[in-house]
Structure formats: C-alpha cells, structure tokens
C-alpha cells in the first residue's frame, strides 16, 4: 500500500498524559499536513510541513502541540498534558507541489481522552 | 482569512435522482476548489477539483461548477446510486496567500433512499 499511513489507529489515554502520533507520507511528497475533526465538522488546519521545515502553524495549535519532520520523511505529532478538548480524529494528508494540488489523507487517529 | 460555508447540512434523496451541495467561499483570490467524500470511519478522500481558470469539470457522474464572480461552487452527483451515502467536504485555497492552506466547509451528510 502506498498511501498515506497513521499510526495508531485510536489512542484512548487518561487527561493529562502524552501521547503521540505518527504518519507516514507518500513517499514522493514533500507536503505534509495535520488536521483535526471533530464529529460532524470537516478537518481543520493544524499544521504544515513543506520537506522538514514546518511553515504554519494554526492558531488551533497551543503550545501543548508539536509537530516535527526530521529529514522530511515521516512526521509526528505530540500532544501534552492532554485535556477533554483534545478528543478528536487528527487526521495527515500529504501532497506534491503547492497548495493547488490534491491532498491525499491517511485514515487517522482516533484520540479519546478518559 | 478564508472561509467556506456549505449547504445543505444534509441531504436525502431518492436512489437515481440528482444531488447538488453548495458552497460559497469568502476570499476572492482563492483559486483551487477541492471536493472530498467520507465514508463512515474512513478517510476523506479527493473526488473532484477544479482550479478558478474553468468554470465546469465532469468526471463520469460527477461534475463541479464554480462562479467566480459569486464566490460559489457547486457539486453535482447524477444518477445517484448507494454506494454514494456519504459526508461531502468541499474546501478552497489560495496559493498565494501566506497562511498556505485549504479550508474545508463543514461537511454536507447525503443519504440515498431505496
């Protein structure tokens, strides 16, 4: 499979602990995105990622969230000290090229804070 | 910054008939119009797109219309079919901007009766 892949697939985690995610682009994309959606809203920006250098940033993301691309292959996302709020899908999407080309999401992580 | 609003929020129709969401978006600059489909539990994925220098663009049963000058774009699903249920997400972007990002309306849930 060739597509984009998340890991894991659900993360249930008591408040307040770390958790953190993973995705793994198309291998030939330099663009790589995160998103959140929460039950019946669509994905909302987060972050971006153009190779390993992280260009915006969403004013969504506290300062609990961080993001990283080490050599512009797969990237990560940490969420600290996790709150109710934070119970969401977040979902990667990865593309080529600038913004007016399609990007291609993976399947998500389905965050659940106890 | 950019935003899309989408309608209906839901839409039911019956098996064989046309459906038609809308979406309106508020940045004038905005030149690439990306539609998605969700399936339940699934990953968004990219149906149709058309970039602002057309104003129409047909994929078997699937077409998108976009107006300019009235900052709104339409999807078309004919002869619909079952396997169509799902949440539609229509998003648009600026290039140009330096936010760098798509924004997603909020999703349109479409049901096809029997």
């Known amino acids: 499979d060739t597509g984009v892949s998340q890991d894991p697939r659900h993360k249930i985690t008591k408040r307040g602990q770390n958790v953190t995610f993973r995705c793994d682009p198309i291998?030939?994309?330099?663009?790589l995105y995160w998103y959140r959606q929460t039950l019946g809203q669509g994905p909302e920006f987060l972050t971006y990622?153009?190779?390993?250098?992280?260009?915006?940033k969403s004013r969504l993301l506290s300062d609990r969230f961080s993001a990283e691309r080490p050599k512009g292959s797969f990237s990560t996302l940490e969420i600290q000290r996790t709150e109710q709020g934070d119970s969401a899908m977040y979902l990667c999407a990865s593309s080529f090229g600038p913004l007016d080309q399609p990007q291609h999401f993976g399947d998500g992580t389905r965050l659940s804070i106890l | 910054g950019e935003n899309v609003e989408q309608h209906p929020s839901t839409l039911s129709v019956q098996e064989g008939d046309s459906a038609v969401i809308k979406c309106t978006y508020s940045d004038s600059a905005s030149n690439y119009f990306p539609w998605y489909k969700q399936e339940l539990g699934k990953r968004p994925q990219l149906i149709i797109d058309i970039r602002s220098n057309v104003g129409e663009k047909k994929d078997q049963r699937i077409a998108v219309t976009l107006n300019k000058t009235a900052k709104h774009f339409s999807l078309h699903i004919t002869e619909t079919q079952p396997e169509d249920s799902a949440v539609y997400f229509c998003a648009a972007s600026n290039p140009m901007n330096r936010d760098d990002k798509i924004i997603f309306g909020k999703g349109t849930r479409l049901h096809i009766l029997p």
């Open positions: 990622f153009q190779n390993e250098a992280q260009l915006e």
């Open positions: 291998s030939e994309h330099n663009r």
